[in-house]
């Protein structure tokens, strides 16, 4: 398929949902400005302090985490396809007085971009799916690194994926490591199923395999993996909350999200 064409669909989906992102209960925008954080357990709990460190925020939307990261001391750098992510996450930085540097581009070509090396490079929750090809993208991953630097990301894991979400109830119809590319278009957004605009998206589901041996082709070796049946966020039907806040579902009968940290060596 035309995968420009793909990326251009895509980038002028994510600029239609920034304002209703912005305006949702799920972001919870004025609760963040008054200083509440935006990052989960996982990836707390994984980076632990990160005062004084370079962090290169991969897919960063229009940067809340981003700038959560640089509240706990870490030097800020995001990047997002979307324009107009971009220029309210830079807004936002005005407005709270807060030191990170946001560049748009395609998450493929952020070493013509941007040419720094960091000590962490960070990826959240729904990106890998936009990636046709991952060895490029573990590629830049490995280039962005300081030797010794770490690279952590936490994803929804690929069998959730695997179930088309616009039927009722869902039905399992992808694979779990299709290589055609997934298109949908519906009304809505995940953030606000209600909002009144159209998302027209084309997604690539990528299998744990293909995720951890792209980063292990580029050089990285692997340090943490691990596959959880908790989700931070409610966006799969019929999930159930649990005390401490997380997602799952009641049957269990697999993970929602899985985490993967990998070291450049020095």
């Given at each position: 398929?035309d995968?420009?064409?793909?990326?251009?669909?895509?980038?002028q989906?994510?600029?239609?949902?920034?304002?209703?992102?912005?305006?949702s209960?799920?972001?919870?925008?004025?609760?963040?400005k008054?200083?509440?954080?935006?990052l989960?357990?996982y990836?707390?709990?994984?980076?632990?302090?990160?005062?004084g460190?370079?962090?290169?925020?991969?897919?960063?939307?229009?940067?809340?985490?981003?700038l959560?990261?640089?509240?706990?001391?870490?030097?800020?750098?995001?990047?997002?396809?979307?324009d107009?992510?971009?220029?309210?996450?830079?807004?936002l930085?005005?407005?709270?007085?807060?030191?990170?540097?946001?560049?748009?581009?395609?998450?493929?070509?952020?070493?013509r971009?941007v040419s720094?090396?960091?000590d962490?490079?960070?990826?959240s929750?729904?990106?890998?799916?936009w990636?046709p090809e991952?060895?490029?993208?573990?590629?830049?991953?490995?280039?962005?690194?300081?030797?010794?630097?770490y690279?952590y990301?936490?994803e929804?894991?690929?069998i959730?994926?695997?179930f088309?979400y616009?039927?009722?109830?869902?039905?399992?119809?992808?694979?779990?490591?299709?290589?055609?590319?997934?298109?949908?278009?519906y009304?809505?957004?995940?953030a606000?199923?209600?909002?009144?605009?159209?998302?027209?998206?084309?997604?690539?589901?990528?299998?744990?395999?293909?995720?951890?041996?792209?980063l292990?082709?580029?050089?990285l070796t692997?340090?943490?993996?691990?596959?959880?049946?908790a989700?931070?966020?409610?966006?799969?039907p019929?999930?159930?909350?649990?005390?401490n806040?997380?997602y799952?579902?009641?049957?269990?009968l697999?993970?929602l999200?899985?985490?993967i940290?990998?070291?450049?060596?020095?």
């Open positions: 398929m995968v420009k064409r793909a990326f251009e669909t895509n980038k989906t994510w600029n239609r949902k920034v304002s209703v992102h912005a305006n209960d799920f972001y919870r925008l004025e609760a963040f008054k200083g509440a954080c935006s989960q357990f990836e707390k709990e994984a980076l632990g302090n990160v005062s460190k370079s962090l290169l925020h991969l897919q960063c939307h229009f940067g809340q985490d981003t959560s990261w640089a509240r706990k001391g870490a030097r800020c750098t995001g990047i997002d396809i979307s107009k992510a971009i220029e309210m996450a830079k807004a930085a005005t407005e709270l007085a807060l030191q990170a540097t946001f560049v748009c581009c395609n998450v493929m070509d952020v070493s971009h720094n090396r960091f962490i490079v960070f990826t929750y729904g990106v890998v799916g990636i991952l060895n490029p993208w573990a590629e830049m991953i490995a280039e962005r690194l300081e030797p010794g630097g690279f990301m936490v929804f894991h690929p959730p994926w695997m088309n616009l039927k009722n109830p869902p039905q399992l119809a992808y694979g779990y490591q299709q290589k055609d590319a997934i298109y949908e278009r009304e809505g957004t995940y606000d199923e209600s909002a009144p605009i159209v998302s027209e998206e084309y997604s690539w589901n990528h299998g744990l395999a293909e995720v951890i041996g792209a292990l082709k580029a050089g692997l340090e943490r993996f691990n596959e959880f049946e989700s931070p966020y409610n966006v799969f019929n999930l159930v909350r649990h005390s806040g997380m799952a579902r009641p049957d269990a697999f993970p999200v899985y985490d940290g990998m070291r450049k060596p020095t």
